[in-house]
């Protein structure tokens, strides 16, 4: 399994940006996958995951501005991010596997992207 981010960059506070991670393997639809991040000085942190291809769980910090999704193909999974602010920076990985507690809590999954840089300025 292979998992390849892109979509990040620059944005000022309060922009919008859409993260995509392309999945390539043996996969499934009941694989668990979502979106986590790493901030400079911070633990790596659960921000959006998705179960089952329907059930997500999102941090509280984000809820209400992020929302994860995967195409009808499930090869994309996407981070959609509005409002965002300056404590959203971090370098952003998707991440995969099978976990029966699939949650942003899931920081053990198996496979992992390389990262995407998200700076938001103020």
């Known amino acids: 399994v292979q998992l390849v981010e892109s979509g990040g960059g620059l944005v000022q506070a309060g922009g919008s940006l859409r993260l995509s991670c392309a999945i390539t393997g043996d996969i499934d639809a009941s694989y668990c996958m979502g979106w986590f991040r790493q901030g400079p000085g911070n633990q790596r942190e659960g921000v959006a995951v998705?179960?089952?291809?329907?059930?997500?769980t999102y941090a509280d910090s984000v809820q209400g501005r992020f929302t994860v999704s995967r195409d009808k193909a499930k090869t994309t999974l996407y981070l959609q991010m509005n409002m965002l602010k300056p404590e959203d920076t971090a370098v952003y990985y998707c991440?995969?596997?099978?976990?029966?507690?699939?949650?942003?809590?899931?920081?053990?999954?198996?496979?992992w992207g390389q990262g995407t840089q998200v700076t938001v300025s103020s």
């Open positions: 998705i179960a089952h291809s329907t059930y997500t």
């Open positions: 991440a995969a596997g099978r976990d029966n507690l699939c949650g942003v809590w899931s920081v053990d999954l198996p496979y």
